[in-house]
């Protein structure tokens, strides 16, 4: 569990209100979830009352716009569509906030949501839209750099839990929220990494890959190359290995957090001069390697040689016609019933037959009796039963 005053002084950005794109100040998760419980600015608050109690959706809507707006998941420069993402971030804070709206969630009132939220280990902040009808919340992602994906499986989770998520924004950092007020917003004090990210997708049958041949693992040989990389080449070695781990999450052969937890252990154990510098460089390494799915060799699949029965092909090379006396089995020739027994899979005479013309080559008077007779494919000579 991480306790809460670990993400309280981590930067975001405040927009004066959504139409404002350009303009922005920096304050604190801290600051802005205080605000929503105890707001410093008592302007604000005949603003939401209003809103709340306005029952026409256009205006509702028109009033909202008014209101200041804060990027929870970001510190940026910017919200202008035509500035490439990269270039707006200033840093991430890892924080991404999601919507629960009432229309959604028939028969679920949204202070029972609010409490449903604060049993969530995930969940660091809860309280009600500035509509007052629904519920916005907030989790701490373990990996920024994957909001979208982390959104996507926790739209899955609280489905799970029968509570619908918002999917109109959520995945994107630069995503505004809202000011809204709620006394009795639910505010942790511990609370846990939301750690969760959609299950790979089934391969295609004919994908493209690379193969390894060599059968060795993966995380050894990575872990192999940080160990034994001279100083002044770690940075270099650590990114190799973890664009070769990539390949291998990619490919589905381990998971990411294996990889990376290994990666970060091993290169923890040499001396750096920076533990984020090195956490980066693997995200960037595993991240490029997955574009490039490593997967075990396919080898040539060799069905078992089947043997043939050793009874089956004693009969099969038997020349029968080599007797020189006629032998008769139930009133037939014997040639004529060791093709029946065969295809039957009769053992019981088979066997019985095999033992007496081992015993002997020629057997004047040989003679079976039938299976399914009282004798049970017994060995007859001259009417004498064997």
Same mark, same amino acid.
């Given at each position: ?5 670990? @993400? ?19 304050t ?20 939401v009352?209003? @809103?709340?109690? &306005? ?15 804060? &990027? ?6 910017t919200?202008?569509k ?19 709206? %009432?229309q ?11 409490e ?13 839209s ?53 006394? %009795?917003a /639910? ?11 959609p299950?790979?997708?089934p ?5 493209? /890959?690379?193969? &390894?041949?060599n059968g ?34 990619g ?12 990666l ?23 991240? /490029? ?8 060799e @396919? ?17 099969k ?7 020189? %006396? &006629? ?14 027994w @065969?295809?039957?899979? %009769?053992?019981?005479?088979l ?15 040989l003679?079976?009796?039938a ?9 007859f ?6």
């Amino acid at each position: 569990m991480k306790a809460i005053t670990e @993400i309280l002084n981590k930067k975001v950005s405040v927009f004066p209100d959504a139409n404002i794109v350009n303009r922005c100040i920096t304050t604190t998760v801290g600051e802005w979830l205080n605000g929503c419980k105890n707001p410093k600015n008592k302007n604000l608050m005949p603003l939401v009352e209003q @809103i709340r109690q &306005t029952t026409d959706k256009k205006e509702k809507s028109v009033l909202k716009l008014k209101l200041p707006g804060v &990027t929870m998941a970001a510190e940026l420069t910017t919200r202008a569509k035509n500035v490439p993402l990269e270039k707006k971030i200033i840093e991430r804070s890892g924080l991404l906030c999601f919507d629960i709206d %009432d229309q959604d969630n028939p028969g679920l009132k949204p202070i029972e949501i609010r409490e449903k939220l604060s049993l969530c280990t995930n969940v660091i902040f809860a309280a009600l839209s500035v509509s007052g009808k629904g519920v916005w919340g907030l989790v701490e992602m373990q990996y920024p750099e994957k909001i979208k994906q982390h959104f996507e499986q926790l739209k899955i989770d609280f489905q799970a839990l029968g509570i619908k998520l918002d999917t109109s924004k959520g995945g994107n950092p630069t995503d505004l929220r809202f000011y809204s007020y709620d006394p %009795d917003a /639910y505010f942790c004090e511990q609370y846990k990494n939301y750690d969760r990210l959609p299950q790979p997708k089934p391969q295609p049958k004919q994908p493209k /890959y690379k193969t &390894t041949t060599n059968g060795s693992d993966p995380i050894k040989i990575a872990i192999d190359k940080i160990n034994s990389a001279p100083d002044g080449e770690k940075h270099r070695e650590l990114l190799k290995a973890a664009k070769l781990l990539g390949g291998y999450v990619g490919s589905g052969s381990i998971s990411y957090q294996e990889a990376e937890t290994a990666l970060f252990a091993a290169i923890s154990s040499r001396d750096i001069q920076s533990t984020t510098t090195a956490q980066h460089t693997i995200r960037d390494g595993l991240n /490029y390697g997955m574009n490039e799915p490593i997967y075990p060799e @396919i080898k040539e699949f060799k069905p078992p040689v089947k043997k043939l029965d050793p009874l089956l092909e004693y009969f099969k090379n038997l020349n029968v016609d080599s007797f020189q %006396d &006629t032998i008769v089995v139930d009133g037939l020739p014997l040639k004529d019933c060791i093709d029946t027994w @065969i295809k039957e899979g %009769d053992r019981l005479s088979l066997q019985a037959l095999q033992i007496e013309l081992k015993k002997q080559p020629t057997i004047p008077g040989l003679s079976l009796s039938a299976p399914n007779s009282p004798f049970g494919g017994a060995v007859f000579i001259n009417n004498k039963i064997l």
